[in-house]
């Protein structure tokens, strides 16, 4: 790995492109590569890394969901502050909104906070609700919407939650669009069939892809201890670039992050950042214990060295 910097030091996001070397270095470099990463000897020395089919930078996202107390996340906020995360990887979390301005507050800045929801529109005679701008105001970058928790537990349709992603991006707030099939979809043979018609009831609203992060999150996998294997997870999370490659155009295909999420700890998360088209990681449970968290964000490191 030390060596790839070395010979690889420039590179946007997880798609190294790799310095115009004269010949000899580029030489030494490729016959190094494929030793060390069992690359094919195909003519492409600027291809350092296989483990990544997108060209977006990593990404991992917190989502505490409804946990936590002044006390606990506090915790949280320190261990998160004082641990030591790769520099390759956007981070965010989602804290509950009471705690969010608190949280944006006592977070170094190398993390982002993100909303776990927000309103279809401007504020006002909403109770309950948060709008946008109010997310905005207090620094606030980004909002997950289409988690399978509001989609199942809370009822939020399609069209409801593209209103939101349509509402926040015209805003300027980051979204992290949620989609993924229930157990009995996928055994069904239909999960590519739901997966898609998420997809498309977000880009069939969205005014534009710069500020999405798709998260494929498996209903069956969340919160459960059940993790989507590396295949399972990476034939999904493949389909979908391959679907927004037709569906959109190939630059969105390839610049947008496909995050993986589901049951996703310390211990699975080198193994799952290896794949090819896994981009980073939405994090639930695990995401509420600071040096695990750190883990999930520094498997970036395996995706440099997999291949
Ligand atoms: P989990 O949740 O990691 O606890 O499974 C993931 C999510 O819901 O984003």
């Known amino acids: 790995m030390a060596m790839v910097s070395t010979y690889c030091p420039q590179f946007s996001g997880l798609r190294r492109s790799c310095p115009k070397l004269d010949n000899s270095q580029s030489q030494s470099f490729v016959q190094h590569i494929n030793s060390q990463l069992r690359l094919s000897s195909s003519p492409k020395p600027c291809r350092a890394v296989l483990a990544m089919a997108g060209s ?12 936590g107390t002044n006390e606990s996340i506090t915790k949280l906020v320190s261990d998160l502050n004082s641990s030591t995360l790769e520099s390759d990887v956007d981070v965010v979390v989602a804290p509950p909104f009471v705690y969010l301005d608190q949280v944006k507050a006592s977070l170094t800045d190398r993390i982002e906070v993100s909303a776990q ?16 701008e109010q997310l905005k105001d207090i620094g606030c970058k980004w909002v997950i919407l289409g988690h399978s928790e509001r989609r199942h537990i809370i009822g939020e349709d399609d069209q409801f939650i593209g209103k939101k992603a349509a509402y926040a991006l015209n ?42 992060v798709i998260a494929y999150e498996p209903v069956w996998a969340i919160g459960t201890g059940k993790v989507a294997t590396p295949q399972q997870a990476q034939e999904v999370h493949e389909a ?14 390839s610049k947008t992050r496909i995050i993986y999420g589901g049951s996703v700890n310390g211990g699975n998360c080198a193994d799952l950042a290896k794949e090819e088209d896994i981009d980073g990681f939405l994090v639930g449970g695990a995401s509420l214990k600071g040096p695990e968290f750190a883990t999930i964000i520094n498997s970036v490191t395996s995706k440099k060295v997999a291949a």
């Open 56 to 67: 977006g930078k990593f990404f991992v996202g917190g989502n505490w969901k409804c946990n």
């Open 117 to 132: 929801n927000s309103w279809i529109g401007k504020g006002g005679a909403f109770t309950g609700e948060i709008s946008v």
């Open 171 to 212: 805003e300027g707030l980051g979204v992290i669009a949620c989609i993924g099939e229930l157990l009995e979809e996928r055994e069904a043979g239909k999960t590519f069939d739901v997966c898609f018609q998420q997809l498309k009831a977000f880009a069939d609203v969205v005014p534009s892809w710069d500020n999405i």
């Open 240 to 253: 979908v670039r391959d679907w927004l490659k037709k569906n959109v155009s190939e630059e969105v295909a």
